[in-house]
């Protein structure tokens, strides 16, 4: 599991006074990416890109301004051209699950624009657990 802390900023509010709901999709993006460029290999992030072919998310519980978020990101199911990614927003205070997130992603290669498949070596980092020790 990776992880990335987050402070709810006036910014990320609607005008119900909660965290909008596309915010925590931008956050579902910026984990995603995060974990990412902590964990490949510098030749895989210069020559592969990700994007999602779907979202699915489910909103638990409302942020606010000024809560401290954590956004935990883990890979699921894999195959040679898709990856299942796993996104969750708890808010330390209270460890309260605010959001969970299940997308897929596909690889791109990033000089032709199109689909790649991916080896077992590209994924290898996020699947061994003592990368996240």
Same mark, same amino acid.
């Given at each position: 599991?990776?992880?990335?802390? @987050?402070?709810?900023?006036?910014? !990320?509010?609607?005008?119900? #006074? !909660?965290?909008?709901?596309?915010? /925590?999709? *931008?956050?579902? *993006? $910026? ?5 990412? !460029?902590?964990?490949?290999?510098? $030749?895989? @992030?210069?020559?592969? #890109?990700?994007?999602? +072919?779907? !979202?699915?998310?489910? /909103? &638990?519980?409302? #942020?606010?301004? #000024? ?5 935990? +990101?883990?890979? %699921? ?18 460890? &309260? ?15 032709? %624009?199109? =689909? &790649?498949?991916?080896?077992? *070596? ?6 061994? =657990?003592?990368? /996240? $020790?």
């Amino acid at each position: 599991m990776f992880e990335i802390p @987050i402070t709810v900023e006036a910014s !990320h509010i609607d005008d119900l #006074g !909660h965290v909008n709901n596309v915010v /925590y999709l *931008q956050w579902v *993006q $910026e984990v995603a990416k995060s974990h990412w !460029h902590a964990m490949a290999n510098a $030749e895989d @992030i210069k020559n592969l #890109g990700w994007v999602v +072919t779907r !979202h699915e998310m489910e /909103y &638990r519980a409302a #942020g606010f301004l #000024g809560d401290e978020l954590i956004a935990r +990101t883990w890979i %699921g199911e894999t195959t040679p051209l898709s990856c299942e990614r796993f996104v969750e927003i708890r808010r330390s205070s209270d460890d &309260r699950v605010l959001m969970r997130a299940r997308s897929i992603w596909i690889p791109v290669d990033r000089t032709s %624009g199109r =689909p &790649r498949r991916i080896g077992p *070596q590209v994924l290898a980092p996020f699947r061994d =657990p003592r990368t /996240y $020790e």
